[in-house]
């Protein structure tokens, strides 16, 4: 069985953005959700399906169902970092197809800033890690940066481009926290946090909410917008602390990226547009290589000369990312939420003329967790 | 002589491993069949699920794997954090010992027991090169 082309986005819904920040985490997820069910012309009545993650509660799944005041019958609540959206679409396709459910809602919210929380999301110590100061989740990224710096002879020229191409994105998106254009001046003279990084390689702290609505492709087609059917996707956890990590340059998004791909039939020139996530700059380097968009040390090459900034030759990041958009907490279901507007056409100045296929590459943990999905509009069936 | 833990410790691994550091000595669990450090401790032998594991004093000699300079908010160094790997198979998290910044990638070190912040930790002195 494939879940290839089976189910389709047919709802997505944001809240917590700019000046609507006095909520909750569960209120803003709330809020989110009643937007996805409204854009997919449904209501909480229909939803028999939950999928939440939180990076600040240990049940998100029973507190969404209370606050919501919904019984589903299928509930999941896997938690695996910023890529659980990515995980619950997989999911939730299993469950629609199965006919566990009809209606299935994902969501994840965040109050991080109004919270005054740091960027560190609710995790258990780790053996002899916290001894040792890594001010995770920075120390961690640091670390995986400079092995690549070392092995590959990236550079930091490299991860600017990087951090300018997810800003350029940015400004032409008007939900976008950070759009004020970043000067060769400013990131010459940014303040050191855990060197190779300086705060503009970090992504920002914001509140957010985001959810999707998804149901069987058959009736996709009857909501008021273009869905986004799910082609492929594929998840897998390679460690928990950074200290574990196999090979601090290679992701397991080498398997991920391969896997969803040969469930969608596709291959990285069929891709309009990616969303990769990019809690730190040199995440949009190492998953660029890890999913095959270039060979494994020539990611920093790749992104040189503006080539993931608009009017590049890969559109990375069309919202602004991590980095420039938002990022409360954990960021995943912002990256199904831009790959669905894409191939909906509604993304206006930074709008990737005839997007049919987008890639949304969720990330969790010091990059321990990786999952990938594959959209496609009704003409890539 | 290495010994093999039994089934049934008195202490859990992590508690033994922890003691050990207290008294001064990284204690470190293998992998009987192939001999390789197990790190961090744990019940059973990763990836075959054996609970026979070995424990013996690691072998301090490492390499820089990665390196970081983890700053304050006016970007003042306050620590050298490494990831280290050691002779014996483990990849340990930890810092250089006395403050030192400048160990890069590559570079030879010595694991030891030490303390942070009066708890033990594993510190790295960059050994002494041959001359």
Redesign the interface.
Known sequence: MTVRGKVAIVGVGLAGLAGEERHSAMGLSALAATRALADAQLSLVDVDGLFASSSSQNFPAMSAAEYLGIQPRFVEGAMVGGSSPQQHVLTAALALEAGLCDVALVLYGSNQRSAGRSLQSRAEP????D?????NPI?SY???A??HM?QYGTTRAQLDEVIVAAREWAILNPRARANRPITAGELAAA???????TSFDCCLVTDGAGALVLTRAERAADHAHIPAYLLGAAGTVTHR????MPD?TRTGAAFTGPAAFAMAGLDTGDVDLVSLYDAFSINTILFLEDLGFCPKGEGGAFVSNGAIAPGGRLPVNTNGGGLSFLHPGMYGIFLIIEAVEQLRGTCGERQVKGAQVALAHGNGGVLGAQATTIFGTGATL | MPETASVMPDLSPEERFLDALEAGRIEMQFDPRTGRDIFPPRSIVPGTGEVEIGWRDADPQGTIYSATIIRDREGRAQHMLVLVDLAGGARLMGQIAGGALGAAIGTAVRARAGRIADQPAILFDVAETET
Request: aromatic share 8%; charged share 15%; no cysteine.
């Open positions: 780790q053996f002899l890690e001894i040792n100061a890594p001010r120390g640091a670390l995986a400079a092995r070392h303040t050191p946090i855990a060197d190779p990084f602390q950074i200290s574990q601090l």
